[in-house]
């Protein structure tokens, strides 16, 4: 099982090599990394040591069918999502500052929220109104699925990306 943390330490080591081969091989310049920026954590946002550590090693980026914004844009991606779900339908506010935080946007569009009273990472579904199943019980294990994906559906240009960063590991 890959360490995510090492996967990122990786892939930020070998950018510079990725990048050639994203001309080559296409489907690789649909991921991107960005390197960490030294910012520091927005001190009215909950956070997790696997937070902390991710953005440690890069501030974001394009992970498979997820774009996690970079520090510099946390606030404002968060106040974005907290205004564009405020009110919501009958249940009032959807998102509650003192424990969620939007952490990416999945492949549709919708926030990506790890919830710190729970510890769980959900989607939440605006155009259908509703939180949808767990992607995760927390950041940790949500971060070890993304860079571990299983099986044959795994078998996709992220699984072959991944792939091919574990046969170039530099030392």
Not at 22 to 47: G, N
Request: glycine share 6%.
């Amino acid at each position: 099982m890959r360490d995510w943390r090492h996967v990122i330490q990786q892939w930020i080591a070998q950018e510079s090599s990725i990048a050639p081969l994203a001309q080559q091989q296409v489907e690789f310049i649909a991921w991107a990394i960005y390197p960490p920026s030294f910012d520091h954590w927005p001190s009215h946002l909950p956070t997790c040591q696997a937070l902390q550590d991710f953005y440690r090693l890069c501030d974001g980026g394009y992970f498979n069918w997820f774009r996690w914004v970079s520090l510099s844009q946390l606030v404002e991606q968060n106040r974005k999502w907290f205004q564009l779900l405020s009110d919501w339908d009958t249940r009032g506010d959807v998102l509650l500052p003192e424990r969620h935080v939007v952490l990416a946007e999945d492949g549709g569009g919708c926030p990506v929220v790890w919830d710190a009273a729970t510890d769980q990472v959900r989607a939440f579904q605006f155009d259908g109104g509703d939180w949808e199943p767990p992607l995760a019980p927390s950041v940790e294990a949500f971060l070890t699925d993304l860079f571990n994906p299983e099986g044959e559906k795994g078998k996709d240009w992220w699984y072959l990306f991944l792939s091919w960063l574990d046969s170039h590991q530099k030392d």
